[in-house]
């Protein structure tokens, strides 16, 4: 997939609020600063589409980007982040549970995890989640160019292994790096197939 056209459309702090339906939507999530921000840029070659902060806990709302003016991709908030104040965090959840159970438009989400940590408990909730409630999702680590090779291979074995404890089979997964593009080409191909699919089926 070729990217001719990105442009932000709205920030929404409900479903309620977000933009009329009828367009496929691709939802970006994942732990406070595992790079989502850098990951969207990168995608849309867009260099300040999506803002991107040292500081975690920088989304605040679900933010919705028209892509070639047929479909979202839509910037979901971070989870994890300690210092946010409680009752926040849980009106973040509220909204994004809302969004993501009710949101018919919904394709798939992007789970994004840093490859560099250990399985992280939020995560593999977070995924549960998204399982119980079938959810379509796929995994991308993020980050890639920051570990050697085989740190990342035994990174992804041990999430495997994690998840496989539960999981009767594992979700598709990407490797990513902001900093080389890895990745890049093969989740925009799996979101032209994804559309392709929807569009074949309708």
Not at 45 to 61: D, E, H, V
Not at 93 to 98: K, M, W
Request: some cysteine; charged content about 25%; proline content about 4%.
């Amino acid at each position: 997939m070729i990217i001719r056209t990105a442009s932000f459309i709205k920030s929404s702090t409900s479903l309620a609020q977000c933009p009329g339906g009828g367009k496929p939507e691709f939802g970006f999530m994942g732990r406070s600063n595992v790079g989502k921000s850098s990951l969207i840029n990168v995608l849309t070659g867009r260099k300040m589409l999506a803002k991107t902060s040292g500081n975690p806990g920088k989304t605040k709302t679900i933010n919705h980007f028209l892509i070639n003016e047929s479909w979202y991709l839509v910037d979901l908030p971070g989870y994890g982040y300690a210092k946010t104040p409680a009752k926040l965090r849980n009106e973040w959840l509220a909204a994004i549970n809302e969004y993501i159970l009710k949101r018919d438009d919904l394709v798939c989400i992007f789970v994004l995890l840093d490859s560099r940590l250990k399985p992280q408990k939020s995560d593999l909730s977070f995924m549960k989640f998204l399982g119980v409630n079938q959810i379509p999702f796929v995994r991308i680590f993020t980050k890639s160019d920051k570990v050697p090779e085989h740190s990342l291979k035994k990174s992804l074995s041990e999430y495997d292994a994690v998840m496989l404890k539960e999981w009767e089979s594992l979700p598709r997964t990407f490797i990513t790096s902001a900093v080389s593009q890895r990745g890049k080409d093969e989740i925009l191909d799996f979101i032209e197939d994804c559309i392709k699919k929807l569009t074949t089926r309708g």
